[in-house]
C-alpha cells in the first residue's frame, strides 16, 4: 500500500486551511462587495466543506492508501477551484478590492499547490 508523503499531507492542510479563512464569516462574506445571498451561501458552504477537509487530512494517525487522502485533495481540488470562482464573481470598492484581490490570489495558489501534490506523488 502506498501512502501520500507527509510533505504532500503538509502542503494540502496548509493551503486548505488558509482557504476557510478566506471563505469563513469573517473573510470573503464581511467584505463590502456584491455578494448576492447565494454567493454568501456558496462562501459559507466552502468553508463548512473545507473545515471537513482539513480535519480529515490532519487527523490521519496511521498511513492510508494514496487513493483515501487523494480523494480528500480532489475534494479540497473542486471546492477550492468554487470558492474561486465566487470570489472572481464578486466585485467590490475601496480597500475591499484589494482584500477581495489578496483573497483571490490565495485561492488561486491553493488550486496551484493542491495540483501540484497529486503531479508530484504521482
Known sequence: MST???SGRASAAFVV???????????????????????????????SQLVAIYHQ???????????VLYGLIALAVTTVGNLLATLNSLTAIGDA??????????????????NNVTLDEN
Not at 487530512?57 to 487513493?67: G, L, R
Open 4 to 6: 501520500l508523503s507527509f
Open 57 to 67: 487530512i490532519i487527523h490521519q494517525d496511521v498511513a492510508n492508501p494514496k487513493a
Open 17 to 47: 486551511f488558509a482557504c476557510i479563512g478566506v471563505a469563513s464569516q469573517n473573510g470573503a462574506a464581511e467584505l463590502q462587495t456584491s455578494a448576492t445571498p447565494v454567493q454568501r451561501g456558496q462562501l459559507s458552504a466552502a468553508s
Open 97 to 114: 478590492f484589494y482584500a477581495l484581490q489578496n483573497m483571490q490570489t490565495i485561492a488561486a495558489n491553493a488550486l496551484a499547490v493542491l
